[in-house]
């Protein structure tokens, strides 16, 4: 049984810092937004935060709400996965659903200025903008007026098995709470499956 652990958060809430301390625990990595870039790349459009939400849609739209998380698995070589960057509730009722896998979801928040004076110091090119274009991307990150197919960030957050405020404390004690629960119920979850196939 695959163990897959899935990450959703807000705009720079920190997610990338938090998924590269459970990839130091030896997980395969994936990053959705990836997946989108690569198709944006393909279609010679400019990697702005606009194009990939747009082309996030496009993919969902045509191939299921569950298409960047299913593209993500099909990659993945190892049984410990980290799919970052989940945005859509589809993504996450597909994973629920596949064989001989457990999935959990964490998702990672923070409050609204924190997360703008982050995107400030950052500078990348898609997060160079004003405080009220952050508030309207973030809007729509979240699914604010959003269709089934958009980002639904928000609802990702609600729908979390964990959920992290990375406001500048300390986050390694917490994950490394988060990670030994899920470790405990992945093992009970692999022994169930076992007596269960012994059984049949």
Known sequence: MKLVIGL???MNSGKGTIAEYIVSKEFEHFILSEIIKEETSQKHLPLTRENLQDIGDILRREHGLGVLAKLALERAKTDR???DGIRNPGEIAFLKQVKDVYFVLIAVDAPLAVRFARAKERKSAKDI???AT???DDARDRGINQPENGQ???ACVDAANYQI???GRAFAPIVDRILQDISRKYEHACAVAEK???SS
């Open 165 to 167: 405020i990375n406001d």
């Open 196 to 198: 269960q196939t012994i």
């Open 152 to 154: 639904q960030v928000q």
């Open 8 to 10: 959703t958060g807000t």
């Open 129 to 131: 903008v004003d405080y």
């Open 134 to 136: 952050f508030v309207r």
């Open 81 to 83: 996965i980290l799919i």
